[in-house]
Every structure is written in C-alpha cells, then in structure tokens.
C-alpha cells in the first residue's frame, strides 16, 4: 500500500514564502516523476513544478523564478518552496507520484492562502 503525504501549508501575506513536504511510503518503483499540482475553487487543476528521479525539473511559467522543487530519493520526499508568494498562488495543492511505466498515486492535499 502506497501512502502520499504532504505538510507544510498554511497561511502567509503576499511576498511570504512557504515551504512544502511530500513524503511517498509503500512499495514504490524508483524510476518516478514527483509532481506538485494545484487547484484553486472554480478553476482548473494545474501543473506547478515536477522532478524526475534524475533530478531534471520543469515548471509551469507562473511559478518560475520564485518556486524551487526538489527531492530526495533515499527518502522518497519531495519539497516545493514557495517564495514571493502572490494571491493568485492560493490553492490546495497536491503531491503525485507518477512511476514510469506504471500507476500515479494522490495526496490528500494541503492548502496554501496567500492573503493580508
């Protein structure tokens, strides 16, 4: 059984930053993409940034320049921070392990409001 976790959400002003968590446990394949997706109410989910197991990296334009992923592989974790955060960066946001080749596996979700 595959087990997504992710922490790190909350609230912060405009310009804060934030720092988000993924954990996978379970029996995951190794040759993965870790993948950070948001949804905010009324609108479409949308790619934020993933990571391959070889550490290439791809963001959507929105985020670039201010969000950094990364992972760590011997812990099956991911980060996403968030710096310069903006209004429109409120969102739930979601981990998803996407193994090549194989199945996706979901977080619950954790949100993130960027308001004053």
């Known amino acids: 059984q595959v087990e997504i976790v992710e922490s790190g959400g909350g609230l912060v002003q405009p310009g804060g930053s934030l720092r988000l968590s993924c954990t996978a446990s379970?029996?995951?394949?190794?040759?993965?993409?870790m993948v950070w997706y948001r949804q905010a109410p009324g609108k479409q989910r949308e790619l934020v940034a993933a990571i391959t197991d070889a550490g290439r990296t791809n963001y959507a334009d929105a985020v670039k320049d201010r969000f950094t992923i990364s992972r760590q592989n011997a812990k099956n974790t991911m980060y996403l921070q968030m710096n310069s955060l903006k209004p429109e960066d409120t969102a739930m946001y979601y981990c998803?392990?996407?193994?090549?080749?194989?199945?996706?596996?979901w977080g619950q979700g954790t949100q993130v409001t960027v308001s004053s």
């Open positions: 998803v392990v996407e193994e090549v080749g194989g199945d996706d596996f």
């Open positions: 379970g029996s995951i394949f190794s040759l993965n993409t």
